[in-house]
C-alpha cells in the first residue's frame, strides 16, 4: 500500500433559504388585534428576493437583496403567513406564519384576606408575556413602583397590597 500526501482539502457548506420574525409571537397591547414585527431573510443564490403576505402571489410587503430585514406596520394578525419569492423567477423560496400573543396577569389569592385591624393584605402576582423577555409589572398606575422586571413568565410576592390595588403589565 502506497502513501499519498495531501495537498489541500475543501469542505461543502450548503446554506439554505431561511427566514425569522423577531418577535414570534408577536405581544399584542390589551384591547388590540394587531401587532408588529422584523422580518428578516437570507436567500443566498438569489440576488433579488420579494416577500409577499398570504401567498407567492399576495400583496407585495417588501423586497430586497439576498439578505435583509424589513419592519412591518401595526398590521400582523395571528397566523399571517410570509412567502419568500425570487423575484426573477417568481418561484417560491421559503415561507413563515406569524403569530401573536397576549399576555395575562393574576392575583393569588384574589380577593386576598386582610386581618383585622390591617391595611392591606398578601397576594402573588403572576405573570406571561410570550416572546417578551423584557417586562415590567407597575402597582397601582401605569407609572407606580416596578415590583417586577424581566420575563417572560414570573411572579411577585407582595405584603400590605391595599384594597382594590391594580397591577399593570408593560
Given at each position: 500500500a502506497s502513501s499519498r500526501t495531501v495537498f489541500s482539502q475543501v469542505q461543502v457548506i450548503f446554506e439554505y433559504p431561511t427566514m425569522s420574525a423577531n418577535p414570534n409571537p408577536v405581544l399584542l397591547p390589551v384591547g388590540s388585534s394587531y401587532g408588529t414585527?422584523?422580518?428578516?431573510?437570507?436567500?443566498?443564490?438569489?440576488?433579488?428576493?420579494?416577500?409577499?403576505?398570504?401567498s407567492a402571489t399576495g400583496t407585495l410587503f417588501t423586497q430586497g437583496g439576498t439578505t435583509g430585514s424589513a419592519t412591518t406596520g401595526n398590521w400582523v394578525t395571528n397566523g399571517m403567513v410570509f412567502v419568500l419569492v425570487d423575484a426573477s423567477t417568481n418561484a417560491t423560496i421559503d415561507s413563515l406564519t406569524v403569530n401573536t400573543a397576549t399576555a395575562s396577569l393574576s392575583a393569588s389569592p384574589n380577593p386576598a384576606l386582610i386581618?383585622?385591624?390591617?391595611s392591606g393584605g398578601a397576594t402573588t402576582i403572576s405573570l406571561n408575556a410570550p416572546g417578551d423577555s423584557n417586562v415590567q409589572l407597575h402597582q397601582g398606575s401605569t407609572s407606580g413602583a416596578v415590583v417586577f422586571s424581566g420575563g417572560p413568565t414570573g411572579g411577585v410576592s407582595l405584603n400590605n397590597v391595599a384594597n382594590g390595588t391594580t397591577f399593570y403589565l408593560m
Open positions: 414585527t422584523t422580518i428578516s431573510w437570507s436567500a443566498f443564490g438569489h440576488s433579488t428576493v420579494a416577500i409577499h403576505m398570504g386581618p383585622y385591624g390591617a
